[in-house]
Nanobody, 120 residues
Framework: QVRLVESGGGLVQAGGSLRLSCVHS????????MGWYRQAPGKQRELVAT???????QYAESVKGRFTIFRDFSKYTAYLQMDSLKPEDTAVYFC??????????????WGQGTQVTVSS
């Protein structure tokens, strides 16, 4: 139901920065928390960062202090600022959003994924 359009991935050297963006369809009533998962080849998908609709951020231990998630509710957009990138951050990053319909939890919504590659 909720469409997510993700952008901002690319190739960067270790120590560099990227910013991911994710725009969702609908209104702010249609989504709850937003954030990113990532999946590297041959590895399990893992949660990177989330932010609730109330602005509460959560981070994976591996990215704390380096990544910052924030949302612009007027633009229906979540951002992931990634600084001090490491080669182990290389993965496909998938935006997600908790879906709501008529105030009830509807399901999970996923973006198309964007490749982040960090070279050493």
């Amino acid at each position: 139901q909720v469409r997510l359009v993700e952008s901002g991935g690319g190739l960067v050297q270790a120590g560099g920065s990227l910013r991911l963006s994710c725009v969702h369809s609908g209104t702010n009533f249609d989504v709850g928390a937003m954030g990113w998962y990532r999946q590297a080849p041959g590895k399990q998908r893992e949660l990177v960062a989330t932010m609730s609709s109330g602005g509460n951020p959560q981070y994976a231990e591996s990215v704390k202090g380096r990544f910052t998630i924030f949302r612009d509710f007027s633009k229906y957009t979540a951002y992931l600022q990634m600084d001090s990138l490491k080669p182990e951050d290389t993965a496909v990053y998938f935006c997600y959003a908790e879906g709501y319909k008529y105030g009830a939890r509807e399901g999970d919504n996923w973006g198309q994924g964007t490749q982040v590659t960090v070279s050493s």
